[in-house]
């Protein structure tokens, strides 16, 4: 047989599409807050899984913050998340959380070239309880990460947002501030929306604010 090629009979291996959620969950997150935020993320997860497609697979990394900084999720297919809720306790080591992040996302075993320019979602209700500023500079300024697209939520009148503004620095998003937790959910949708239209962008790797805007306006 002439001419056999076995890439034609391989099915091409989708395209990653990662998002790192850094969570807040000091002991001021608990209550209402922690809860909607447990129910918030699960909806975006089971979302995310509905969307992807045999070319783009959406993996999701989650990075929690409170009585310590711990890897809750390593990147997983969205489809494939068995979802914990997550539990409050102890300060705010933001700056922690920063440098895993950027860790991850510099590691080219962990998020590969091939993957799709990474979006990063930050979410506090307090000020940072460690040392912030040059992990967050770091995260924000250097390397592959300051190519990611960052979106950060303030809950209430206690989250810095002048951290959260700079996190956000270089991307056309603003913080978006929650003043109860039932507003968790409308940031999580915004976020949802965000991914999923680049699923369905002819480019992936740019969310068109335009774009979002038009599919929220149509829910």
Not at 23 to 47: F, P, Y
Not at 104 to 115: L, Q, V, W
Request: glycine share 6%.
């Amino acid at each position: 047989m002439t001419g056999f090629n076995p890439a034609n009979f391989t099915v091409a291996k989708a395209k990653p599409l990662p998002v790192v959620l850094l969570l807040d969950v000091s002991g001021s997150m608990s209550g209402d807050s922690i809860n909607q935020l447990n129910a918030a993320v699960k909806e975006m997860i089971s979302d995310f899984a509905g969307a992807e497609k045999n070319e783009i697979e959406i993996l999701v990394s989650i990075i929690t913050f409170g009585s310590e900084v711990l890897l809750h999720t390593p990147y997983t297919s969205a489809k494939d998340i068995e979802w914990k809720d997550l539990q409050t306790s102890g300060a705010t080591p933001m700056g922690t959380a920063f440098k895993m992040a950027k860790a991850m996302i510099e590691d080219k075993e962990t998020t590969p070239s091939r993957a799709y320019r990474p979006t990063i979602i930050l979410v506090s209700d307090g000020e940072p309880t460690d040392d912030w500023q040059q992990p967050l500079r770091a995260l924000v300024n250097e390397g592959r990460s300051q190519k990611c697209d960052r979106m950060a939520m303030a809950i209430g009148s206690s989250a810095s947002n002048s951290v959260l503004n700079e996190f956000v620095s270089g991307t056309e998003n603003k913080v978006f501030t929650a003043q109860d937790a039932s507003q968790i959910q409308e940031f999580f949708k915004f976020v949802t929306m965000s991914v999923t239209t680049r699923v369905n962008s002819q480019n992936a790797n740019i969310a068109k604010a335009d774009e979002v805007k038009e599919n929220i306006i149509k829910q």
